[in-house]
């Protein structure tokens, strides 16, 4: 896996409009030279400054939205890069989002800034790995898979994360890191 990735593009014909660029690299982090994908993460961690993104309606109406967006933004960015190019980050944002939203279910709309951290961790560990059935997504090679492959990483980071909380796990690993 290279970390910095250049832009490679496969067909300098197709040039995507700005707001496919601006949609599927989530306001041009996906041009980051470096780890795009966790920038693209991380960027999708600004919203949960406001403390209604968190709500579950919220953020189920977001992430719909933010999908269809996706949909129709990032295939146009597909021609001209390739399948699954770095620059497309909006599946990582998605994924992000699905990740606090299976989190804020069960256990209400707050989010402490720990469990937001360990939900960043565990979905770009699930993310890079690719646990099946998001490695099956990850090979259709098309904008839905792109996305899908994000949103089974954080499902399963949002399930991990809850299991660690309700179990008091989390507060054990906080415990230890200040020893």
């Known amino acids: 896996m290279k970390i910095i990735k250049t832009k490679k593009i496969a067909d300098e014909s197709i040039k995507p409009g700005i707001l496919n660029i601006l949609?599927?690299?989530?306001?041009?982090?996906?041009?980051?030279?470096?780890?795009?994908?966790?920038?693209?993460?991380?960027?999708?961690?600004?919203?949960?400054?406001?403390?209604?993104?968190?709500?579950?309606v919220v953020l189920t109406a977001v992430i719909v939205i933010t999908v269809i967006a996706a949909l129709m933004t990032?295939?146009?960015?597909?021609?001209?890069?390739?399948?699954?190019?770095?620059?497309?980050?909006?599946?990582?944002?998605?994924?992000?989002?699905t990740a606090v939203l299976i989190y804020v279910l069960p256990a209400g709309d707050s989010i402490?800034?720990?469990?937001?951290?360990?939900?960043f961790l565990f979905f770009r560990i699930f993310?890079?790995?690719?646990?099946?059935?998001?490695?099956?997504?990850?090979?259709?090679?098309?904008?839905?898979?792109?996305?899908?492959?994000?949103?089974i990483s954080g499902i399963y980071s949002g399930i991990l994360v809850y299991i660690l909380h309700i179990t008091g796990l989390t507060e054990k690993i906080l415990t230890t890191l200040k020893y």
């Open 23 to 56: 949609i599927s690299s989530f306001f041009y982090t996906g041009y980051f030279p470096v780890a795009s994908g966790t920038i693209g993460s991380l960027a999708a961690l600004i919203p949960f400054l406001i403390p209604e993104f968190s709500n579950p």
């Open 74 to 97: 990032s295939n146009e960015v597909m021609k001209r890069y390739g399948d699954d190019p770095s620059v497309i980050v909006i599946d990582e944002v998605i994924g992000m989002w």
């Open 112 to 119: 402490s800034l720990i469990q937001l951290i360990l939900l």
């Open 127 to 151: 993310d890079i790995i690719k646990i099946q059935p998001a490695k099956y997504f990850d090979d259709m090679k098309n904008a839905a898979g792109v996305i899908m492959d994000d949103v």
